[in-house]
C-alpha cells in the first residue's frame, strides 16, 4: 500500500510506516513556490531531460500548466538527494536507460516503451524506472501550489462554521 | 522524598482520564509522560503540502510527535505489522480520529459463544455505565441506532451532515442489506465542555488545532489542574518501577530527557498507561528479587497475546459525481460508519468480524493518479473528472488473541537511555486469515455494486495493527492466563493498575480507545473506593 494513503491504513499494512512518520524530518527551509533551489542530486543535464519526461507524463493542457511549471524535476531532485544509495543508483540508472533509448528512437518512444510494463508487472530496468518516475511525478505534481489550487481546484483545507453536507439534491436523500 | 497517592505513567487515552478522576477524587497525583508538551500553534495540520520540505510525504505533520529518541523496534520472526509508538504529552489522542465505538455485550463472550479467545472478567452491564459517563465527559457525536452489534448511549451531540458519496454509499448498503449509520466521534458538533465545534478542515489526524476534538490535554488536564492536587513532570521516561520486600511497588526511576538526570517518584499506587506496546516494556524490565521475569509477571503472561486489527483499504471513484465543480468535501473526516455486518449474513468459517471506516482519506490529494495506468494529456484530465467523485473505505477487522505473538525486551539491545528494546514477534492465525479474505471479498463485492471505478489495497497478506494494538498484560477470569483482575489491578502486586490497551482479553472489531476510556475511568473508581477502604 502507498505511504500517501491515511496515515492509518498505511500503518495496518507496512512496518516502516510508523517509524518513518517520526523520522526523516528536516526543515530545509525549501520555498517551493519561489526561490532558488540549487540541484543536489541530478546533473543539469539529467535535470534537464527529467524536467522534459516529467511534462510529458503531465503536461500543461487548456485548464492549467503542467509538471515542468511546478517544477516537479526539482522536487525529485530534493527526495531522490535524501534517499538511499539504492534510491539514487536507480534514478541515474534510469535516466540513463531512457536517454539510450531515446537516441534510438525519441523521447516519446523512450517513454511509451518504459511505459509498457504498467499494465503488467514491470520487468526491465527501464519499466522498473518509469514505475518511480511516474510515481514522483504524480507525487511532486498534486502536491504543489498549481496541481492543487489550478489543477484539482481543490476547495478545501478551510475553516467552516458549519458542513454543509450533500448540495445536489438529486444525490441526497 | 515527597510521597503521592498516585503515580500515573503515560498520558494518553487512559492516563488522561485516570489523572483527571483521581485527582478530582483528592489523591495527590503526579503524572509522569515521557514526551514533550506540544502547543496546537504548533501543529502544521492547516499547512499545504508545498509549505513542508518533503510535501508531507514523510510524516512531516506528524513529526513533533514521534521525536527521534523513541527505541527503537525490532520485530523478529514477524508478519507484516507495525507498533504504533507516540512520545507526546496527550499520546496519540493529540492525533487519533476519534471514532468511539461500545464494544458489543457479545463481544465480551467470545470464549461461550465463539469458541475463540477468552471470555472479558467483566460484561457490557457492568462496564455500559463508564461508556455512559465517559461519552458524557469526552462529548460524542452520533445516535444510538438501536444496533445490538454496536449498543449505544443517550446523550449524543448532533450527527456529522453527511456528504453526497455517502448517500449515494447508503442507498447500494441498504440494497444489499448493509447498515450505514452516523459515524460517532469524540468531536464536537455543537460547542461543548467549553471547547468550540469543529471547523471541518479534515485534519483530525494531523492535530486540531481549535480543541474541537477529543485529546488528553484540552479535555482532562485542565481539570485534573484545577484541583490543585495534579503534578504534571513531561520529558520523563520511565524506566522501571521498583519494588518493596514485599514485593509491592514502591517508586519510578524515570530519566529526564533533557537533563538525562536519574530520578525517581515515590507513590502508594502505580498506574501503568504507557500503551500496549511500551507498558508491557516497563514491566518486563521492572525486575526485582521478588520479581525476577517482571513486576506483575510471576505467570508469564506480560507480552504476551499481542493483538491488533488486520484490514485493507479501497479507492473508489463515484460515477455520479464524475466531472462536476470541484466542491469542499473535507468535512471531520468520516461521517459514516458501516458496523460489523458478517453476523447478519449466516454462519461462516471463522469467528469475529470487520468494520468499515468511511472517508477518512484527505480529499486534496487524487490517489488515482498512482493507481491508474496511463500519462499524457488524457490522463490528467481523467484524474482531475474523477476526483469529486472520492470516496474511501478503511476496514478494521479482529485478529485473534494468542499467546504466541508477544512483545518482550533484550537486555542487550538498549535505546539511548540504556533502558532494553521492545521486540515483537507476531505471526496471524488461521482465523485472521479466513477473516481478511473474507473482508477483502466483501468489500469487493461493495464495490461492484457502486457505479465508478474502485481500487482495492489489500496487499498480499494481511497487515496490522492499525494503531490499535492491545492485549499485552491483559484483563481475564483465568489467573493463568491473565496478570489483572477486571479493575485493571495486577494480581501480583496489589497496589499496580495497567489500563491502557494492554489491558484487554480479546478484540472485537471495534476501535479500542472507547473502550479504553471506560475501563480507566472504572479502574479509577475503584482505586478511589479502595483509597476510601484503606485497602491501598
Ligand atoms: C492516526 C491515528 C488515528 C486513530 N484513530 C482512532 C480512532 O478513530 N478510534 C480509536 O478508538 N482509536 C484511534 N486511534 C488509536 C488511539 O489513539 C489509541 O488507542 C489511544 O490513544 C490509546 O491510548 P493509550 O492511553 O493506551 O496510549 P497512548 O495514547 O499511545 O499514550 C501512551 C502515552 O504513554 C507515554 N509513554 C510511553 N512510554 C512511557 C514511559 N516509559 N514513561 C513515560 N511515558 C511513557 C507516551 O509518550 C504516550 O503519551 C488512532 C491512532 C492514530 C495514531
Ligand atoms: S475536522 Fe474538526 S475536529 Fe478535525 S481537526 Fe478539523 S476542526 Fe479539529
Avoid at chain 1, 523520522?23 to 520555498?31: E, I, M, S, T
Avoid at chain 2, 475463540?116 to 472478567?121: A, K, M, R, S, T
Avoid at chain 2, 445490538?148 to 448498503?173: A, F, M
Avoid at chain 2, 521498583?242 to 519510578?252: F, K, L, N, S, W
Amino acid at each position: 500500500m502507498k505511504r500517501r494513503t491515511a496515515i492509518k491504513v498505511v500503518a495496518l499494512s507496512t512496518l516502516s510506516s510508523i517509524p518513518a512518520a517520526g523520522q526523516g524530518f528536516r526543515v530545509l527551509g525549501v520555498a517551493w513556490d519561489a526561490g532558488e533551489y540549487r540541484l543536489r542530486f541530478f546533473t543539469g543535464q539529467e535535470n534537464e531531460l527529467l524536467d522534459k519526461l516529467m511534462e510529458m507524463i503531465i503536461p500543461a493542457d487548456a485548464h492549467s500548466p503542467g509538471a515542468q511549471e511546478a517544477r516537479v524535476s526539482l522536487f525529485a531532485d530534493l527526495m531522490v538527494a535524501t534517499s538511499g544509495d539504492h534510491v539514487k543508483e536507480q534514478w541515474r540508472k534510469g535516466l540513463r536507460l531512457m536517454r539510450e533509448e531515446a537516441a534510438r528512437s525519441s523521447l516519446a518512444g523512450a517513454l511509451a516503451k518504459a511505459a509498457a510494463g504498467e499494465k503488467r508487472k514491470p520487468s526491465s530496468d527501464l519499466e522498473r524506472f518509469f514505475t518511480a518516475l511516474k510515481g514522483m511525478t504524480v507525487d511532486g505534481y498534486y502536491t504543489s501550489a498549481i496541481g492543487i489550487h489550478q489543477d484539482l481546484q481543490y476547495q478545501g483545507n478551510t475553516y467552516l462554521a458549519s458542513f454543509p453536507g450533500c448540495q445536489f439534491p438529486k444525490l441526497a436523500d | 522524598m515527597k510521597l503521592y497517592d498516585v503515580c500515573i505513567i503515560g498520558s494518553g487515552a487512559a492516563g488522561g482520564v485516570m489523572a483527571k478522576e483521581l485527582s478530582e477524587g483528592g489523591a495527590k497525583v503526579i503524572l509522569l509522560e515521557a514526551g514533550q508538551e506540544v502547543d496546537p500553534s504548533q501543529f502544521l495540520s492547516h499547512k499545504w503540502p508545498y509549505q513542508l520540505p518533503y510535501r508531507g510525504l514523510r510524516g512531516e505533520k506528524q513529526a513533533l510527535f514521534y521525536p527521534k529518541d523513541i527505541a527503537p523496534v525490532r520485530y523478529e520472526h514477524c508478519d507484516p505489522v507495525g507498533v504504533d509508538r507516540i512520545r507526546v504529552l496527550g499520546g496519540r489522542t493529540l492525533h487519533w480520529n476519534a471514532v468511539t465505538l461500545r464494544y458489543a455485550a457479545r463481544d465480551f463472550r467470545q470464549g461461550l459463544l465463539d469458541g475463540v479467545d477468552e471470555d472479558w472478567p467483566l460484561s457490557y452491564a457492568e462496564l455500559e455505565p463508564y461508556y455512559d459517563r465517559i461519552e458524557q465527559i469526552i462529548g460524542v457525536c452520533g445516535n444510538d441506532d438501536h444496533l445490538e452489534i454496536l449498543p449505544g448511549g443517550k446523550h449524543y451531540l448532533p450527527p456529522l451532515p453527511w456528504r453526497c458519496s455517502e448517500h449515494i454509499l447508503g442507498r447500494t448498503l441498504k440494497k444489499l442489506g448493509i447498515p450505514l449509520i452516523d459515524v460517532r466521534k469524540a468531536l464536537n458538533t455543537r460547542p461543548y465542555d467549553n471547547r468550540p465545534p469543529c471547523h471541518y478542515c479534515g485534519h483530525c489526524m494531523d492535530g486540531c488545532d481549535a480543541a474541537a476534538i477529543f485529546t488528553t490535554p484540552d479535555c482532562m488536564l485542565p481539570k485534573a489542574r484545577a484541583t490543585g492536587n495534579f503534578t504534571l513532570r513531561t520529558n520523563a521516561i520511565a524506566r522501571e518501577i521498583r519494588a518493596d520486600r514485599e514485593g509491592q511497588a514502591r517508586a519510578v526511576s524515570f530519566v529526564d530527557r533533557l537533563t538525562k538526570k536519574e530520578e525517581e517518584v515515590r507513590a502508594r499506587i502505580f498506574v501503568v498507561c504507557c500503551a500496549t506496546v511500551e507498558s508491557a516494556r516497563l514491566l518486563l524490565n521492572s525486575r526485582s528479587p521478588q520479581h525476577p521475569a517482571g513486576l506483575g509477571n510471576s505467570n508469564g503472561v506480560i507480552g504476551r497475546y499481542l493483538h491488533g486489527h488486520l484490514g485493507g483499504g479501497m479507492h473508489i471513484y463515484l460515477a455520479e459525481l464524475e466531472g462536476v465543480k470541484p466542491f469542499n468535501q473535507d468535512g471531520a473526516t468520516d461521517h459514516t460508519y458501516i458496523p460489523r455486518y458478517n453476523q447478519l449474513f449466516g454462519k461462516a468459517d471463522y469467528a469475529g468480524g470487520w468494520g468499515i471506516q468511511v472517508n477518512f482519506a484527505s480529499y486534496m490529494f487524487p490517489y488515482q493518479a498512482h493507481d491508474m495506468a496511463g500519462y499524457g494529456p488524457a490522463f490528467k484530465e481523467r484524474v482531475r473528472k474523477m476526483q469529486p467523485g472520492f470516496l474511501f473505505f478503511g476496514s478494521f477487522g479482529k485478529i485473534l488473541a494468542r499467546p504466541d505473538n508477544y512483545v518482550t525486551v533484550d537486555p542487550n539491545q538498549v535505546d539511548e537511555y540504556g533502558i532494553p528494546v521492545p521486540v515483537v514477534r507476531f505471526r496471524f492465525g488461521r482465523n485472521d486469515y479466513a477473516l481478511w479474505r473474507a473482508l477483502k471479498q466483501s468489500m469487493l463485492e461493495i464495490a461492484s455494486n457502486l457505479k465508478g471505478t474502485s481500487f482495492p489495497h489489500f496487499g498480499n497478506s494481511p497487515g496490522g495493527f492499525g494503531s490499535h494494538e492491545v492485549g499485552t498484560i491483559r484483563m481475564g477470569k483465568n489467573p493463568k492466563t491473565s496478570a489483572l483482575n477486571s479493575f485493571c489491578q495486577s494480581r501480583d502486586v496489589k497496589n499496580l493498575f495497567v489500563t491502557d490497551g494492554s489491558c484487554f482479553t480479546a478484540s472485537s472489531e471495534k476501535n479500542p480507545t472507547l473502550t479504553i476510556l471506560a475501563l480507566s475511568l472504572r479502574a479509577a473508581d475503584y482505586i478511589k473506593e479502595q483509597r476510601r477502604r484503606g485497602e491501598l
